[in-house]
């Protein structure tokens, strides 16, 4: 694999459907690299929290006050001179937009698996929020990065801590926020 060097400061978004591994392999990116690390659920207002624990699929609406507070936390990691890792689904290209704002300093690292890879990990998954009913309604929403959109693409077959080495080495980076190689 090519390596990529990424200007710093830098976000990395961690994206995919529900149950694509976000949660996993960004705390254990975000670990390694010694980087400030947020997860994009804990954003949600509790009436989306109850949404979709009730079955139900947001809606743009509900998705922009949130997709806000990603933003917020990804601009203040910037404004801050810092590195930084989030997850968030970032679903659609508009609230990848919104995300990235500023035009530089966002990385879209896109988990991608098939609805038959997830769902079985969505069923192995206990004590979530999130029911497996909703991943058909997730990949409905989804649109996949386009070529003028800065990031990676990640396929979850492999085990978390390959994926999250894979994604360092794709960037040069390397453990305990020491930054990219020389
Ligand atoms: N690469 C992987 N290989 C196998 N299982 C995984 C992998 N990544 C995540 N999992 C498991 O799949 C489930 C969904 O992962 P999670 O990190 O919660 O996804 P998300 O945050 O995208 O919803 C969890 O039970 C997790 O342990
Ligand atoms: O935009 C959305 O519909 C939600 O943000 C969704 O995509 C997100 O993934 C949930 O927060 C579920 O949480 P998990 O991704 O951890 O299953």
């Known amino acids: 694999m090519a390596t990529t060097p990424l200007s710093e400061p830098v976000v990395l978004v961690v994206m995919g459907v529900s149950g694509s591994g976000k949660s996993t392999v960004a705390a254990l990116l975000a670990g390694r690299l010694g980087w400030a690390f947020e997860e994009g659920d804990a954003l949600h207002p509790q009436t989306n929290i109850d949404k979709m624990a009730a ?28 590195n930084g890792v989030i997850t968030c689904s970032a679903l659609k290209r508009s ?40 991943l058909g309604s997730q990949f409905a929403d989804l649109e996949e990065l386009s070529p003028g959109e800065p990031g990676i693409r990640i396929d979850v077959g492999p085990a978390p801590g ?14 305990s926020g020491t930054g990219r190689e020389p």
Do not use: C
């Not at 500023?102 to 079985?120: K, M």
């Not at 390959?162 to 453990?175: E, H, N, T, W, Y």
């Open 55 to 82: 079955g139900h699929p947001l809606t743009d609406e509900d998705r922009y006050p949130w997709l806000e507070k990603v933003a917020e936390w990804v601009d203040q990691r910037l404004d801050h001179g810092e």
């Open 95 to 134: 609230y990848r937009s919104i995300i990235n704002r500023r035009g530089s300093g966002v990385v879209f690292v896109f988990l991608s698996g098939t609805p038959q890879t997830i769902s079985a990990r969505l069923a192995e998954r206990h004590g979530h929020f999130m029911p497996a009913s909703m």
């Open 162 to 175: 390959v994926i999250a080495q894979q994604i360092m080495d794709k960037f040069g980076l390397r453990p």
